[in-house]
């Protein structure tokens, strides 16, 4: 079974440009999850989807970050203008239970590192 | 407010000593929990996962964990490390519909 592929693994941009990130999550998982990892840190949400629905975006920046999962499987995240501070690691998960169902179990991707000059 | 705390920052431990990692969370309610592991340059592996029955959890890589309610802990152990073990292992919780994750354990193995 493939895992959760996510590209690119790696992405230097200078502040205030625009960046996107993909994810492909295991075949057949409904729900999508993109973290972020600060240096030091361990991953926190920033946006949950259910299929194609967004199920929790409380901790994404809205004014410069926006995720979409179009069709209900893979999905991008974009960062317009980025800052220094978005400097991380971006994590896409993926899960097979509903959203908060029982046996809920994550499986990560291996990440983008993005480092904002 | 919910959390997940791992109290050590760094551990170093010599090739085929034991190694423990400690955990403790803060819920209203027993949450799911879970040990990952990251390796440099890596995303996250799932070690083990601890959701309800035998406190004492088998994973892969030869980890197990222990889970305690009574001291609202989840500790991983391993009877001896390997060089391969040293990773960054990261302690998570599952409660209200969201994973919370500790900050992370590095752990450093010494020949």
């Known amino acids: 079974e493939a895992g959760v592929a996510q590209s690119p693994r790696y992405k230097i941009i200078e502040k205030r440009q625009s960046v996107a990130f993909w994810c492909n999550p295991i075949?057949?998982?409904?729900?999508l999850y993109w973290y972020q990892q600060i240096l030091g840190q361990g991953p926190k949400l920033l946006i949950q989807?259910?299929?194609?629905?967004?199920?929790?975006d409380s901790q994404l920046p809205k004014d410069r970050f926006s995720a979409e999962r179009l069709k209900g499987v893979d999905s991008t995240l974009k960062i317009q203008p980025a800052k220094l501070e978005d400097s991380a690691v971006y994590l896409c998960?993926?899960?097979?239970?509903?959203?908060?169902?029982?046996?809920?179990?994550?499986?990560f991707g291996p990440g983008t590192r993005l480092l904002v000059l | 407010a919910q959390s997940v705390t791992q109290p050590d920052i760094h551990i170093t431990v010599s090739e085929g000593a034991s190694l423990e990692l400690r955990c403790n969370y803060s819920y209203g309610a027993t949450p799911y929990l879970f040990w990952y592991v990251q390796s440099p340059g890596q995303g996250l592996q799932l070690l083990l996962k601890?959701?309800?029955?035998?406190?004492l959890v088998q994973g892969i890589k030869g980890f197990e964990a222990e889970f305690k309610r009574s001291q609202s802990s989840f500790n991983l152990r391993k009877p001896s490390v390997h060089w391969s073990d040293a990773a960054e292992y990261f302690c998570?919780?599952?409660?209200?519909?969201?994973?919370?994750f500790g900050a992370g354990t590095t752990v450093t193995v010494r020949a």
């Open positions: 998960a993926s899960s097979s239970q509903l959203a908060g169902g029982r046996q809920e179990t994550q499986y």
């Open positions: 075949s057949g998982h409904a729900t």
């Open positions: 998570a919780a599952l409660g209200d519909y969201k994973l919370s």
């Open positions: 989807f259910q299929n194609n629905g967004v199920v929790d």
């Open positions: 601890y959701f309800s029955g035998d406190t």
